[in-house]
């Protein structure tokens, strides 16, 4: 079974601190997603990285895949309130114990930024 | 344009009974996934269809059985429940299976006492 750990679970910070969020597994995923999801809701595609070592950028955030497509990272610059959140990393791959092609979710990172 | 519709939102049973639940995808999707989103924990894969047929199961016991209808809506239902079947139910559309984004609907929120 594959599994997608995350770090950390939780993280309070102030507004205009910089953050990482790491997401690590043992296994290789075909790619690997980043959502964030609020209470009430369900999870918002963030970016989807494909190719090892790729880094994609959202205005304040920077995504990056491991060269070998075992890890991916997130990094807020200068975080505001507005990025509160649950943000969750996503692998999509072939799930040796269930036989499936699905996505695996680690269990997330709360994310508290305080004005 | 309508995004990906679940109902009901908020659904209480009791230990027994059964359940189910509905999703429709955005227009044009073809492939339904659900999920199962246990408090504090991130999403478990459950079921995905496409073209009305299985395409991908999670582990999960029989209880739970879906199916997709030929508008691509689909059902989720959960026989003899569980205290520990209490948890957020997300559905999730594509337009194919494999390789594509997912757009997750709000999701459905199931307390069974």
């Known amino acids: 079974t594959q599994l997608l750990e995350q770090s950390p679970q939780f993280l309070s910070i102030q507004e205009g601190e910089n953050l990482t969020v790491y997401c690590n597994s043992s296994s290789v995923f075909s790619s690997l997603q980043w959502y964030r999801q609020e209470p009430g809701e369900g999870p918002v595609l963030l970016v989807t990285v494909v190719t090892g070592g790729e880094v994609k950028k959202l205005k304040r955030l920077t995504f990056q895949f491991g060269d070998a497509r075992k890890d991916s990272s997130l990094h807020i610059t200068a975080a505001q309130p507005g990025d509160t959140g649950l943000y969750l990393c996503?692998?999509?791959?072939?799930?040796?114990?269930?036989?499936?092609?699905?996505?695996?979710f680690g269990k997330g990172t709360k994310l508290s930024v305080i004005p | 344009d309508a995004g990906v519709t679940q109902s009901p939102t908020h659904l209480i049973k009791t230990r027994g009974q059964h359940v189910t639940l509905r999703c429709s995808p955005i227009s044009g999707h073809k492939s339904v996934s659900w999920y199962q989103q246990v408090l504090g924990q991130g999403p478990q894969f459950i079921f995905q269809y496409y073209e009305k047929e299985e395409r991908g199961r999670g582990n999960f016991p029989d209880r739970f059985s879906a199916r997709q209808f030929p508008n691509y809506s689909s059902e989720l239902n959960v026989n003899a429940l569980l205290l520990g079947d209490s948890a957020l139910y997300l559905c999730?559309?594509?337009?194919?299976?494999?390789?594509?984004?997912?757009?997750f609907g709000p999701g459905t929120r199931l307390l069974v006492l």
């Open positions: 996503a692998g999509e791959g072939r799930d040796s114990g269930a036989g499936s092609y699905q996505l695996t």
């Open positions: 999730a559309s594509s337009p194919r299976p494999l390789q594509e984004t997912q757009y």
